[in-house]
């Protein structure tokens, strides 16, 4: 059919790459650039690759799992149930989200809760008109702050798991009581100051109707995937089976009844580059001299003093740098037996990465996600709470892991 004469043709859409998408290519390219010029040693190069393989594996089918998750409905019916659940209360409705945002960051991972939940918060907060800076804040500190109690709930988690040698659910019990610390923090933080602040009159809102998925079918199978992997990870299985195990049984659902919903996009390939890029870099870098000043700030303390210096190096790499390359590069100079400083420069790189936008992945995708809603967060507000929230809970979480010895 011929367009109306005189009516203009239809606006040419061009493809322009995120900034994200042209940083995963750069570290990329220059971490191949680096392995095959020598910069990087062979021997290391294999060394780096073998290890991070099985972490891409988890990370592109835990992604595809939770994008897949999303699409049916999962979190949409879980938002709009803690909305009715809490009675049109502000306070209930505070506890609730901020335990949503806990359990989707401890059971799937940190990325999940910045990119999907995200956008499910700030649409609830539109449906009960109420601001969303509250609901925003949550998913982001939540997801930085309560990624430290299992592997898979952040990538540097599963790092310092293989490093010292421990299970899942030995990891488990020595990161419970800094877990615990690290989010009462955050949610006493977040009550004060954003939520209290920002409460609508009376402390009430009107609760919204019960969210109905779209396919009640598709909506089952994809939390009995969630549960499969959550099962799989309690019971010890390998976390990239795990991963691929659940991920089959919704792919299987979603090839029955909404194969249109699978196409290539879902991988998230600007992750795994980002990720195989940087590990090659950092290992190069380490090679040249950053291991020399990363051992300088960390020093040889052991006991308390060594484990807040290590947890706050890892704060301070973090927001200068971003929190993955922090802990690679202390990783790197601390000794395998050093567990304790080991696991409290994790502690500083998972809880302190928020008080800079680029500090975490995470961060950086849930900017995104809040620009995307046309939702601005105050930036002064946050970066100044989010630094606040650094420090003390970094504290917090260190002084709990120094109780549990």
């Known amino acids: 059919m011929k367009a109306p004469a005189g009516a203009s043709p239809a606006p040419t859409v061009r493809w322009r790459p995120h900034p994200l998408d042209l940083v995963a290519v750069v570290l990329a390219v220059t971490g191949a650039g680096c392995a095959l010029s020598g910069l990087l040693p062979r021997a290391e190069t294999t060394t780096t690759l073998h290890r991070i393989l099985p972490l891409l594996l988890f990370l592109g089918t835990v992604i595809v799992l939770a994008e897949l998750t999303a699409v049916a409905g999962v979190f949409d019916v879980l938002a709009s149930r803690l909305a009715i659940v809490s009675r049109g209360r502000w306070a209930a409705l505070f506890l609730l989200c901020g335990g949503l945002a806990t359990l989707t960051t401890l059971v799937l991972n940190l990325d999940t809760t910045a990119v999907l939940l995200t956008p499910v918060l700030l649409a609830l907060a539109r449906t009960l008109r109420v601001p969303a800076g509250p609901l925003a804040v949550t998913t982001v500190w939540l997801a930085n702050t309560a990624s430290l109690l299992l592997p898979v709930a952040n990538l540097t988690n599963l790092l310092a798991a293989d490093r010292v040698g421990l299970t899942p659910l030995a990891y488990a019990e020595r990161m419970a009581l800094p877990q615990v610390a690290a989010v009462a923090v955050t949610m006493a933080l977040l009550w ?55 991920l089959t049984l919704v792919l299987i ?19 795994l580059l980002f990720v ?13 001299g950053l291991d020399d000043l990363v051992g300088d700030l960390l020093g040889a303390e052991g006991g308390a003093g060594g484990a807040i210096r290590a947890g706050a190096t890892g704060t301070l790499l973090a927001n200068a740098v971003n929190n993955l390359p922090a802990y690679l590069a202390g990783e790197s100079v601390l000794p395998t037996g050093d567990v304790t400083r080991l696991l409290a420069l994790l502690i500083g790189t998972n809880v302190g990465p928020l008080a800079a936008p680029w500090a975490s992945l995470a961060t950086l995708l849930w900017f995104e996600r809040c620009r995307a809603a046309g939702v601005a967060v105050p930036l002064t507000r946050f970066v100044l709470t989010s630094a606040l929230l650094a420090v003390v809970g970094t504290l917090a979480a260190i002084g709990a892991l120094l109780l549990v010895g």
């Open 253 to 271: 659902g979603f090839v029955v009844r909404s194969p249109a919903t699978l196409r290539p996009g879902l991988v998230p390939l600007r992750l």
């Open 276 to 288: 195989t890029g940087l590990f090659l870099v950092v290992q190069t870098l380490g090679q040249h």
């Open 192 to 246: 004060h100051a954003w939520w209290r602040r920002d409460r609508p009159a009376g402390g009430r809102f009107v609760p919204p109707a019960r969210h109905v998925p779209a396919d009640p079918v598709l909506h089952r199978v994809a939390l009995a995937g969630c549960l499969l992997f959550v099962a799989g990870i309690l019971a010890g299985v390998e976390i990239g089976l795990a991963s691929t195990v659940a």
